[in-house]
C-alpha cells in the first residue's frame, strides 16, 4: 500500500471548517484513500473513503486532487468534539487476486484540536 | 452505525495467568482483525481471519493467538500473561464489499 504524509498537528476555531491535507504521491490506480479519526484512544471511526471523484457524507467532504497524489479532508463545521487523531490510509479496496486482505497500515496520523 | 462488541473493556491480571479477550460483531462481516495500540502509539495488526475457519499472523508479531469458529466471533487468547502484553486490543470486521472496517471499543490491558 502506497505511503501517505500528514502534518503531525493542526488547530482549529469550532464552528470553521477544518481542512485536514494528506499526501500519497506513490498512490497506484486501483487504490482508494480512506480517512478514520480516534478520539482519545477510542476504536478508530470510518469517515469517509474515495477513489478519484470527490466525496461527501454526514460526516465529511473527501477532495481528491485530479493526479490523485494528494487529498484534502474537510469538517465543513468543526465542534470540540472533532477533536481526535485523523489517519489518512491509502490501500487497495477489493480483494484482487486474493493478495489484499483488508489491512489497515495507521501511521502517525494528525492530531486536529478543535478549540472554542 | 457499527455493531462490535468487544469485553472486557479493562482487565488488569496477573502475571502467567491465561486471558481471553473477546470480540462479537452482528453485521454478517466474513473478515476480522485484532490490533494493539500502545498509549500515544500507532495500532498494529497482529491477527486477521478472511472467515470462518481462517486465521493469519498480522504484521507485528504476537504471542497471542485467535479462534475463528463462527463469523460472529473471532476470541483472542494469551496462554501465559506477561507485563510486555499490557496495551491496548482493538478488534475490527469488515465485510467483502466495501473493505470499509469497523472498531470495537477496544480492551485495555494490563498485567501486573
Known amino acids: 500500500d502506497a505511503k501517505t504524509t500528514q502534518p503531525t498537528s493542526m488547530d482549529c476555531a469550532e464552528g470553521r471548517a477544518a481542512n485536514l491535507p494528506c499526501n500519497h504521491s506513490t498512490i497506484s490506480g486501483n487504490e482508494y484513500v480512506y480517512w478514520y479519526r480516534q478520539i482519545h484512544s477510542q476504536g478508530p471511526q470510518y469517515i469517509i473513503h474515495?477513489?478519484?471523484n470527490n466525496e461527501t457524507n454526514e460526516m465529511a467532504s473527501l477532495i481528491i486532487t485530479e493526479d490523485r497524489k494528494s487529498s484534502t479532508l474537510i469538517l465543513p463545521h468543526a465542534t470540540l468534539r472533532d477533536t481526535a487523531v485523523y489517519y489518512c490510509i491509502v490501500r487497495v479496496a477489493t480483494n484482487a487476486g486474493g493478495t489484499s486482505y483488508g489491512k489497515l497500515t495507521f501511521g502517525q496520523g494528525t492530531i486536529l484540536t478543535v478549540h472554542p | 452505525e457499527a455493531d462490535i462488541y468487544q469485553t472486557p473493556r479493562y482487565l488488569v491480571i496477573g502475571t502467567g495467568k491465561k486471558i481471553t479477550l473477546e470480540c462479537s460483531q452482528t453485521m454478517g462481516h466474513d473478515k476480522m482483525y485484532w490490533y494493539q495500540q500502545d498509549p500515544g502509539m500507532e495500532l498494529h495488526l497482529i491477527h486477521y481471519?478472511?472467515?470462518?475457519?481462517?486465521?493469519e499472523k498480522g504484521d507485528l508479531s504476537s504471542e497471542s493467538t485467535v479462534s475463528r469458529i463462527r463469523t460472529e466471533h473471532f476470541p483472542l487468547t494469551l496462554e501465559s500473561a506477561r507485563p510486555s502484553h499490557t496495551s491496548q486490543y482493538l478488534c475490527?470486521?469488515?465485510?467483502?464489499?466495501?473493505?470499509?472496517?469497523?472498531f470495537g471499543p477496544g480492551t485495555r490491558l494490563l498485567v501486573l
Open positions: 481471519s478472511y472467515g470462518v475457519n481462517s486465521t
Open positions: 475490527a470486521s469488515s465485510d467483502s464489499m466495501t473493505e470499509t472496517q469497523y
Open positions: 474515495g477513489l478519484k
